[in-house]
């Protein structure tokens, strides 16, 4: 069951920054499990390489959501390559979906992946539909910067579940300094040209990485990023080279607003900045607080959703929106947290 108007085209125009209805105009499928789901914003809003949507939908227990990273960028035609999860809640929909069915979403949300350096070696590397960021990011280097080297290593299970690769490669062609790799580490069988069997080894890692001046991207299950982060490292790029995003499930929360649980005065100092101020029910959240104080700070969706404003803190926080995604210990969205005493932000 989808959450839809009756004709979103009678709707009035959309507000860049909230959620509105999309329409789908082209499904395109990428490998027996993902689909590529092509729309038409009426906002005609661009991204940059490596953010992302959300996506609102209902079934028979209620409102859901997810958020996907974009694999088209284009302005006012938005596209996500969604992996169908047979148990899932939300991907099952997608895949459900016909040309012309509307969509509501919000955002872009999230920051840029990669520095514009075109001196820097880049090395996205990528596991499964982890892989969905690289097309936007090597598109938008073919504009800006081609002659960049760039390497991207791509590890699949198997050699049919390959999704987005061929645009990958093709666009990979075109730049004068780069190459692809690819891995299967399902049981030995045909392969596809170039491709190898198995993970990267440190090895792989040291022969791939780039030079101590380069930087990397990396996306996939937890594992997988883990590893990849190690073998880079021992390969000796430096930890602040390394951009790393790792999968996980948005939690299903109540969407309902909580007062704060005290009212105040205490004192927040954000350390990066040294600025202090005093804060109280009637400022707002930690992120509100710090704006109005003259702190730049990393935000998103403002709804404690995407994780863009996560931020560690010393001293007790409480979240007035319940958090749709898991929260370590000694942190807080900054976008729907308040102090319930003194705190300092490391931001």
């Known amino acids: 069951m989808l959450d839809t108007p009756a004709d979103p085209r009678t709707l009035p125009a959309p507000e860049p920054d909230r959620p509105r209805y999309a329409t789908v105009t082209e499904l395109r499928e990428e ?3 993902v689909t590529t789901v092509r729309l038409h914003d009426p906002a005609g809003l661009g991204a940059a390489p490596g953010q992302h949507l959300r996506v609102h939908l209902a079934d028979g227990r209620g409102p859901a959501w997810r958020c996907y990273t974009l694999t088209g960028t284009a302005p006012g035609a938005p596209a996500i390559s969604v992996k169908r999860v047979p148990d899932g809640r939300v991907s099952p929909l997608l895949h459900a979906l016909r040309v012309g069915t509307p969509l509501r979403i919000s955002g872009p949300y999230g920051a840029p992946l990669v520095s514009a350096d075109r001196s820097r070696p880049l090395l996205p590397a990528v596991a499964g539909v982890g892989v969905t960021p690289v097309v936007p990011i090597l598109r938008a ?8 080297p760039v390497t991207v290593l791509n590890v699949v299970r198997t050699p ?52 101590p001046g380069g930087e990397a991207y990396l ?4 594992e997988f990023v883990k590893a990849a982060r190690s073998g ?13 995003e790792r999968f ?22 954000f350390a990066t900045s040294g600025a ?17 104080t003259g702190v730049r700070l990393p935000s998103a969706c403002r709804a404690g959703s995407c994780g863009t404003c996560l931020q560690r803190v010393e001293g007790a926080t409480a979240h007035l929106i319940a958090p749709g995604l898991p929260v370590p210990a000694g942190h807080a969205l900054l976008c729907c947290a308040v102090p319930t005493g003194a705190v300092t932000v490391h931001a």
């Open 276 to 292: 202090e101020a005093t804060w109280t029910a009637d400022d707002g959240t930690l992120l509100d607080l710090g704006e109005s």
């Open 141 to 148: 280097l073919a504009e800006s910067t081609p002659d960049r």
């Open 160 to 211: 049919e579940d390959t999704p987005l690769w061929p645009d990958i490669t093709a666009l990979l062609a075109g730049f004068p300094r780069a190459a692809g790799r690819l891995y299967v580490t399902a049981a030995p069988g045909p392969l596809p040209p170039g491709a190898r069997h198995g993970r990267p080894t440190e090895a792989d890692y040291a022969r791939l990485a780039p030079d």
């Open 219 to 222: 996306c996939g299950p937890g």
């Open 248 to 269: 996980f499930s948005p939690v299903e929360v109540p969407l309902t607003d909580r007062p704060p649980p005290a009212p105040g005065p205490f004192t927040v100092r």
């Open 232 to 244: 880079l490292l021992a390969a000796g790029l430096a930890a602040d080279t390394i951009t790393d």
């Open 31 to 33: 490998s027996p499990t």
